[in-house]
């Protein structure tokens, strides 16, 4: 058990431009989730992948998120023309398959938008 | 839906103190429930896990929770509370009944005194 990885642990950009973290889960898992943690809060549900099939996207917070999940192992979140309210903690988890698993989360992505 | 409430949003306690942290959920059937530790600039770490059977659970670092149905309440104790536990805890319902999005609550920040 390594882990969950994500990368990178820090991005820093400009307004307007698009960033991609990327996020290994653990390998056996295949259920891989998004989260963004804005300070004082706690973790914000994003969106939700079982291996390669993406369940839930209801909840990203507008159509510059995408998220995807190729071959069902790492995930990659993009947010496109950044914005000042997207200065956030990015977090990923991965649990195996059953609802009563937990999560495994990463330590996170922080993105500053200047 | 579902939702989880923190009511504590700081608790600051003396070390080798009892501690205690609220954790009220709303939800229409028996919730997986959890209780995450969160350090600073890093992810959550599952601290403890109820799905079912025994109401009181126990996890790792010393801690243990309460499931009580009839006060939809989930608290989180420990009878002597180290320097070390010094971080933020959140409350969280797992996903369940067909819903895959998991709830956490804003989080409790815990001080410790020396």
């Known amino acids: 058990d390594t882990g969950v990885s994500q990368d990178p642990r820090h991005k820093i950009t400009k307004r307007g431009q698009n960033v991609t973290f990327r996020c290994d889960p653990i390998s056996e898992h295949n259920r891989l989730y998004w989260y963004r943690q804005t300070l004082g809060q706690g973790p914000e549900f994003l969106t939700y992948?079982?291996?390669?099939?993406?369940?839930?996207k209801s909840r990203l917070l507008s159509d510059r998120f995408s998220a995807e999940r190729p071959k069902g192992s790492f995930s990659t979140l993009e947010i496109q023309r950044t914005e000042q309210g997207d200065s956030a903690m990015y977090l990923c988890?991965?649990?195996?398959?059953?609802?009563?698993?937990?999560?495994?989360f990463g330590d996170g992505t922080r993105l500053s938008i200047l | 839906a579902q939702s989880v409430t923190q009511p504590d949003i700081h608790i600051t306690v003396s070390e080798g103190a009892s501690l205690e942290l609220r954790c009220n959920y709303s939800?229409?059937?028996?919730?997986?429930l959890f209780w995450y530790v969160q350090s600073p600039g890093q992810g959550l770490q599952l601290l403890l896990k109820y799905f079912s059977g025994d109401t009181l659970v126990q996890g790792i670092k010393g801690f243990e929770a309460e499931f009580k149905r009839s006060q939809s309440s989930f608290n989180l104790r420990k009878p002597s509370v180290h320097w070390s536990d010094a971080a933020e805890y959140f409350c969280?319902?797992?996903?369940?009944?067909?819903?895959?999005?998991?709830?956490f609550g804003r989080g409790t920040s815990l001080i410790v005194h020396p």
């Open positions: 969280a319902v797992g996903p369940s009944g067909g819903s895959y999005i998991p709830t």
């Open positions: 988890a991965s649990s195996r398959g059953s609802s009563n698993q937990p999560q495994h």
């Open positions: 992948f079982q291996n390669e099939a993406q369940l839930e």
């Open positions: 939800y229409g059937a028996t919730p997986y």
